[in-house]
């Protein structure tokens, strides 16, 4: 069974930084993608980033661009999102997974495509 864990969420002020861990239980992330999503009160989940680790591509949701940064350290199969800038509007709580194998490794937004989670870390942006 893998097991994914979120931290680093908290109260922030707008404008400052924080960065959000995900830590697996194994080596999943060697032949997986990697997702963060996130979902605020009262609205749905959305995707937030991806790293595909067959091409080491990023993407990132246009509402995030150039503000948060996703990365890998294979060693201690942990992921980051490293989040600067932060908003009111990113308050919300974030979640971590794992994308389906089948998927090559690529770095896909959906979240049908993920197969597991982990059980988020709440991150509230204000003054």
């Known amino acids: 069974q893998v097991h994914l864990v979120e931290s680093g969420g908290g109260l922030v002020q707008p404008g400052g930084s924080l960065r959000l861990s995900c830590a697996a239980s194994?080596?999943?992330?060697?032949?997986?993608?990697i997702g963060w999503f996130r979902q605020a009160p009262g609205k749905e989940r959305e995707w937030v980033s991806c790293?595909?680790?067959?091409?080491?591509?990023?993407d990132y949701a246009d509402s995030v661009k150039g503000r948060f940064t996703i990365s890998l350290d294979n060693a201690e199969n942990t992921v980051y999102l490293q989040m600067n800038s932060l908003k009111p509007e990113d308050t919300a709580v974030y979640y971590c997974?794992?994308?389906?194998?089948?998927?090559?490794?690529?770095?896909?937004?959906?979240?049908?495509?993920?197969?597991?989670w982990g059980k988020g870390t709440l991150v509230t942006v204000s003054s």
């Open positions: 194994g080596s999943i992330f060697d032949n997986r993608g």
């Open positions: 790293l595909g680790r067959s091409d080491d591509n990023r």
């Open positions: 997974a794992t994308i389906r194998p089948r998927l090559g490794g690529r770095c896909v937004r959906n979240s049908a495509d993920m197969d597991y």
